[in-house]
């Protein structure tokens, strides 16, 4: 069904608001700012945008990797309240304590980061075992890249989950690289998504650099997952068109391999479509007005208080 210009241009500003943040992120990182391993996820916007579409915020769970700032942003989470986490400050939404790669917001649905490769998953399989016996109806929804297909607990996780049928999505980012090493030198297979059908579930494959594309494919898994009928792996294909990491020179890429990624990632693609029929004036403006939150939001939280170290052993088990 073709989109609505609404439709599209809510997927525009949420892809946006992805892009500057992290873009803004970068610069608070390069200048010092920001501390500690940070991992952005330019080009891998659509994933984000079309899955948190197709999930209800009231119930469902996302777990995502330490890659994680696009799905907490599509989660709902304020961009005044996550660039207050990653800056280590009071206001931030973990106060400060979780910085890049373990910050969590449950109350959007965001249940927590994971800096080890592949461990979301079954912690997903966890929410969604608990979802059948408190009779909430929720999906949970494991995010991890295309490397950790390879981890002995996402395995486990999907063998589980499909044993005993649990409401979960299994949604492999893939965007060629394991960390630094493409994909299709780790495996004698690159269609990840086949791999589903080991475990008696559904697998496929969805363009990863189409929010609505995305955003069908979660919803399908979703209604069937809450139906009582299992899980789901889908595999969205996408690039980043950043490095793996702040100061990443990305010498394994090929020549025009990038150039291409970005001729083709999300936003630069929907907007060559937005162009066709509306008038280029308001999609600039839109872009402004969402350029101007990221920069309000980031003056905001640095002007914050940083994290008061002597309640460092609060919210601890003794």
Known sequence: MPETAATQLDFLESMLRIRFFEEEVGRLRAEGSIVGSVHLCNGQEAVHAGACAALDPSRDAVFPTY???????A???????LFAELLGRQTGVNGGRGGSAYLTAPDYGMYGENS?????????????????FD???????????????NQGAVHEAMNFAAVRDLPVI????NNHYSELTPIASMVRGDRLFKRAS??????GRVDGNDPAAVRDAVAQAVERARGGHGPALIEAMTQRIVGHYIGDAQHYRPPGELEAALADEPIARLLATLRETIPHAELDALSERVRAEIA?????AQADP?????????????
């Open 198 to 203: 080991a475990y008696g579930m559904p697998g």
């Open 135 to 149: 009779g909430s109806g929720r999906v949970a929804l494991a995010a991890f890249g295309d490397g950790a297909m």
């Open 170 to 173: 299994f949604l492999v980012e």
């Open 306 to 318: 940083p994290a008061d170290p002597s309640t460092v052993l609060e919210h601890l088990y003794a």
């Open 116 to 132: 080890i490769v592949g461990a979301g998953a079954p912690i997903a399989a966890g929410a969604a075992l608990a979802a059948t």
């Open 67 to 73: 890659r994680g700032h696009g799905w907490t942003l």
């Open 296 to 300: 309000d939001a980031s003056a905001r």
């Open 75 to 81: 989660c709902g989470v304020p961009p005044y309240a």
